[in-house]
């Protein structure tokens, strides 16, 4: 199984990314998605989370400037990220909560 993220970069205060993970090796379809980031010297934690079913879920942090979204038949799962703030500065990472798989994980970085 490989995700590969991408779509990370610098913008500033109140700009606007798209993150995208491509999902290959796996029946993309049956999967729970999650979105993850890592500050710099902080824990990892959850961002937003999507079921096979499309039922979306997000950190108290995020609601109402993210949004998961998925497309099964492109085996790609996405994050748009509005509103951005300084503290949503991390490495992002695309992960496959059962049975556990991680991508590499893309930068973002929101400058004030």
């Known amino acids: 199984v490989q995700l590969q993220a991408s779509g990370g970069g610098l913008v500033q205060a109140g700009g606007y990314l798209r993150l995208s993970c491509k999902a290959t090796g796996m029946n993309f379809k049956l999967y729970e998605l999650a979105w993850y980031r890592q500050p710099p010297g902080e824990q990892r934690e959850r961002v937003a989370s999507i079921t096979s079913s499309g039922a979306k879920d997000y950190a108290d942090s995020v609601k109402g400037r993210f949004t998961i979204s998925r497309d099964n038949v492109r085996r790609t799962v996405f994050l748009e990220m509005s509103t951005l703030r300084p503290e949503d500065t991390a490495r992002y990472y695309c992960?496959?909560?059962?049975?556990?798989?991680w991508g590499a994980g893309t930068q973002v970085t929101v400058s004030s």
């Open positions: 992960h496959v909560p059962d049975p556990g798989y």
